[in-house]
């Protein structure tokens, strides 16, 4: 199951880089498609796994964190779009991603850092994203190219995450819910040997 989920994710990641490639080599339609289509889905799978085996919820729960994360994006593309770049359609996703780091922080699980990091480097992103524009009446390369530079380091700390969540559940076997349960406000049970 563990190799099954890293190999989704992965192919996910190269769909990624290929969709942005294409999106950037020809500027139509259908290669816009190949750009967003891939992000949308890895955005769904990553928080279904977090949601699945970080947190450790049954179906119910995986689909309450799914309908969080459209529930964050419809909010996110409703503020005004022309300060942001457009960028505010991927703040829903950034707040996801800060959600999921303290949930795990609650909860013990060592993968929240990794996590912390990768919302750190979304929100670097967004704002080279978001000033791209302005930026380039002064420096025509503009900071595009560096939204695209710390979204590939976002995605290497997503699978970062998700293989310490993997090993970390082959460790110990017994759910990372029933840990916090058991102890709610305590971080540094079995922190010695998991971190």
Known sequence: CGAWWMLVLSWLVISIGIGSALFHSFANGWSMLADVV???????VFIGFCAAVLLGHHWPGVVLALLGLLVL???????????????NS??????ALLGLALLCRRAGHPAWRDLAIAFGLFCVS??????????????????????HSFNALLLYFTLRAA??????????????????????????????TRR
């Open 163 to 192: 293989a310490i969540g993997l090993r970390w559940r082959a460790l110990d076997p017994s759910s990372i819910v029933s840990n916090a349960q058991a102890n709610p406000g305590d971080t540094s049970n079995g922190g010695s």
């Open 126 to 147: 967004l704002t080279l994203r978001s000033i791209d524009m302005a930026v380039c009446e002064r420096w025509p390369l503009g900071t595009h190219f560096l939204w």
């Open 90 to 95: 991927y703040f829903g996703a950034a707040a």
């Open 73 to 87: 994006l419809a909010l996110g593309s409703r503020l005004p779009s022309e300060p942001f770049n457009g960028s």
């Open 38 to 44: 891939p992000i949308g889905i890895y955005m769904y």
